[in-house]
């Protein structure tokens, strides 16, 4: 996502292991990079690499902090300059969170340290204390630009009009301000007098008094008031406290049952909270990131949301392929400790659970009639996975030989999702063009046309590079109408990339001497 994504991603959610020290099923908590590769990552010194591993002195904090600084590093680097990110963490690594978070984004950069109480009822188990909540580190990328907070809209209930206010519906404040300030004398419409430290000025208050914005009570003569109109309401600031009965783990873990049919998955964050989130990113146009995408409840929160309000948001969830069951010694699979459930259900990774999560609450949202924007909805998402080529794909390209190339050499199908042993219907052709995609500095939703020359038809991405791939049906004609389209400004390109295993030679040669004769000047990539 570096070479793709940099200074792209408007918000970031992220839930990572708490390390508790037990055994989860979605993030084993015990991880650590070797020192070798955190010099190679960053490119540290020996003395920067100690004092990187020194922030906290307990290992186990240490390995922890060692898992998530390389993550944080990248996530920053991906964030617009006017990001966010909001991370969840409980007491095991709140404090050490804060201080890497400070580190990495600055001081500066902090916004808010909210306290979830995640929990109704306590744990009395708890030797000492129960605690019932969690944390939501929340940092800007550069707080200085970073786009307005959304408010809170919660439909509010104390504004009316019981005096038929011309301005509509309004509620009131009190504006007495005993902090020093001048007394000075008001009347009210009955003629009563009232002495105070007034919050305005005397002029001002005459001035509001006299365009009907002082409430005196019913009868017209208690102590004044300001009113405030729901036309001029945009909402409520967020409060770093979040105590809702409708945001809490059970509610997240009843939510999933609910959608999914089954208890798959134990402690999911609740719909609302992540939907809290995205409101307060307050950008209808956002592309949303999530690392620890675990059961995907940020997925199925953007598209709610989208759903709710017309928005354009996009998500990116990522998944480590975690399984939930274990080979034991006699080659059987067996349930991992976290993940029975979801195995016993016919899931073998958390990715895939994941997958299905996103396309139940598809489905739901698209019932569900009370939604008003359904017309602009897409529910829609496409799956990429990290593969290694296996053993035959490493063979053939090892032992391909150039000069000897026959045309019936098949450097495609190797790299198809059957071949790679993992599910999908992706041709070797749809891998490559991908893995290329991303190498060349495109994203995975770049725009992709299909060009025709002479029958033959190619991948042409963003208006300004060509892929030819499959080359068993390129010829001469084909050659032919690819300069002709080029010289008479059918065609702009700007690259051509050639998987070079698929053409033969004189093929390859004849188009670099026609793209040599023509005037527009076209650079040609040969790659194997």
């Avoid at 920053?76 to 804060?98: H, T, W």
């Avoid at 049952?257 to 609302?272: I, N, S, W």
């Avoid at 392929?321 to 067996?334: A, L, M, R, W």
């Amino acid at each position: 996502m570096q070479n793709n994504y940099q200074n792209s991603i408007d918000m970031i959610y992220i839930d990572p292991p708490y390390n508790t020290g037990n055994d989860d099923f979605v993030y084993p908590d015990k991880f650590e990079y070797t020192d070798n590769k955190l010099q190679e990552m960053f490119g540290l010194n020996d003395e920067q690499l100690k004092r990187l591993k020194s922030i906290q002195g307990k290992s186990t904090h240490s390995a922890w902090l060692t898992f998530m600084y390389p993550r944080l590093y990248l996530a920053k680097k991906l964030l617009k300059p006017e990001g966010v990110i909001f991370i969840s963490i409980d007491d095991n690594e709140q404090a050490n969170l804060k201080l890497l978070m400070d580190e990495l984004f600055g001081e500066i950069n902090f916004i808010s340290h909210q306290y979830w109480k995640s929990r109704t009822s306590q744990n009395y188990s708890d030797k000492l204390i129960s605690n019932i909540g969690e944390y939501i580190l929340v940092y800007a990328k550069n707080i200085t630009i970073t786009s307005e907070f959304g408010k809170d809209k919660s439909s509010p209930t104390d504004y009316k009009n019981p005096d038929n206010d011309v301005n509509g519906a309004w509620t009131s404040s009190g504006i007495i301000r005993d902090d020093g300030r001048k007394k000075y004398k008001v009347t009210s419409p009955t003629g009563k007098e009232h002495c105070e430290a007034w919050l305005y000025t005397e002029e001002n208050f005459n001035q509001l008094n006299e365009d009907g914005k002082i409430y005196w009570g019913k009868n017209g003569d208690a102590k004044p008031r300001k009113k405030s109109y729901l036309k001029d309401w945009s909402g409520n600031p967020f409060i770093s406290l979040i105590n809702n009965s409708e945001i809490t783990t059970e509610k997240g873990t009843n939510e999933l049952k609910e959608l999914m049919g089954e208890r798959y998955f134990d402690y999911p964050k609740p719909l609302k909270l992540v939907l809290q989130f995205l409101i307060m990113n307050n950008n209808k146009n956002a592309l949303v990131l999530d690392f620890f995408a675990g059961s995907s409840t940020t997925a199925h929160a953007v598209m709610q949301l989208n759903a709710e309000d017309g928005g354009n948001r996009k998500f990116i969830m990522v998944n480590l392929p975690e399984p939930t069951y274990k080979i034991n010694n006699n080659g059987e699979k067996i349930p991992t400790k976290g993940g029975e459930k979801a195995f016993k259900k016919g899931c073998m990774d958390i990715s895939e659970f994941s997958r299905k999560r996103i396309r139940c609450a598809s489905q739901k949202i698209q019932k569900n009639n009370l939604l008003n924007y359904l017309g602009n909805f897409d529910g829609g998402f496409k799956h990429y996975r990290m593969v290694e080529p296996n053993e035959p794909a490493i063979e053939k390209i090892e032992s391909f030989d150039d000069a000897q190339k026959k045309l019936f050499d098949d450097m495609i199908s190797p790299f198809s999702s059957k071949s790679l042993g993992v599910d999908g219907n992706a041709s070797g052709v749809d891998t490559i063009l991908t893995t290329w995609l991303l190498a060349d500095g495109y994203s995975l939703n770049s725009k992709i046309e299909k060009k025709e020359f002479n029958g033959y038809w190619a991948n042409f991405v963003e208006d300004t590079r060509l892929y030819l791939i499959e080359g068993t049906n390129w010829s001469v004609e084909q050659t032919k109408d690819l300069l002709n389209q080029i010289g008479t400004n059918q065609l702009s390109v700007q690259t051509i990339v050639l998987y070079a295993y698929s053409f033969d030679l004189e093929t390859v040669r004849e188009l670099e001497l026609g793209l040599k004769q023509l005037n527009n000047k076209v650079n040609l990539v040969k790659r194997f």
